[in-house]
């Protein structure tokens, strides 16, 4: 099945300060979503983003089908955007999501 | 608009006792999928269910575990008896009518079973 691979595993920032989470996967892919899963548990949808660039406010992503990679940037990071970052991609008509293992961000003030 | 609505937010039961988890998924959304979160194994699909109909049913860990959608907006995942290793959090999904549409999650059920 397809794999899907985060890095950095971790991150920790100051806050003001920018970053970029980087999603591999390892085949074709018609759905590409990141969601933030906040300290109580729930995940919130960033993005839907299966090509293209996208931007929402100081978050923005990239995904290149044909390299099979996508990047999130978080710029002026705040302490609210602690938690951890979730890839996940489908393929095929199912529509069934495979999750990477997370970034872990933690922003200090 | 609601988004996905899930009960009980926590439960705590003890072993050998039936945990029944519900789902009301977004108005319109033609699929419903149920997840399970776990510190080992991470975020993983366990069922999903198109117009109402299981479609694949792969990822349920074992005949413990049930999954029914009586009506488009109503599923329950019912584990029958419960184990200390089924304590997760059990996420329940949408997603418009084509399957590889953007999916929005609930706010998941912790389950801890003692």
């Known amino acids: 099945g397809i794999q899907v691979e985060q890095s950095p595993p971790d991150l920790i920032l100051q806050e003001g300060a920018n970053s970029t989470l980087r999603c591999n996967f390892s085949d074709s892919v018609n759905n590409l979503q990141w969601f933030h899963q906040n300290p109580w548990g729930q995940l919130i949808n960033l993005f839907y983003i299966p090509s293209g660039t996208k931007q929402n406010g100081r978050l923005s992503a990239t995904t290149v089908a044909t390299e099979r990679y996508s990047l999130l940037y978080i710029s002026s990071s705040q302490t609210t955007d602690s938690g951890v970052y979730f890839c996940a991609v489908s393929s095929g008509n199912t529509g069934k999501l495979i999750f990477g293992q997370g970034t872990t961000l933690q922003v200090k003030p | 608009d609601a988004g996905v609505i899930q009960s009980p937010r926590h439960e705590v039961t003890e072993m050998g006792q039936e945990v029944t988890l519900r789902c009301k998924p977004i108005?319109?959304?033609?699929?419903l999928f149920w997840y399970r979160q776990t510190m080992m194994r991470g975020l993983e699909l366990l069922i999903y269910?198109?117009?109402?109909?299981?479609?694949?049913d792969s990822g349920m860990p074992e005949d413990r575990f049930s999954a029914k959608m009586p009506n488009a907006s109503f599923s329950t995942l019912k584990i029958q008896p419960s184990e200390p290793r089924d304590s997760a959090v059990y996420f329940c999904?949408?997603?418009?009518?084509?399957?590889?549409?953007?999916?929005?999650f609930g706010p998941g059920t912790r389950l801890t079973v003692l």
């Open positions: 999904a949408s997603s418009p009518r084509q399957g590889y549409n953007e999916q929005f």
């Open positions: 108005s319109g959304h033609d699929y």
């Open positions: 269910f198109n117009n109402n109909v299981p479609i694949d």
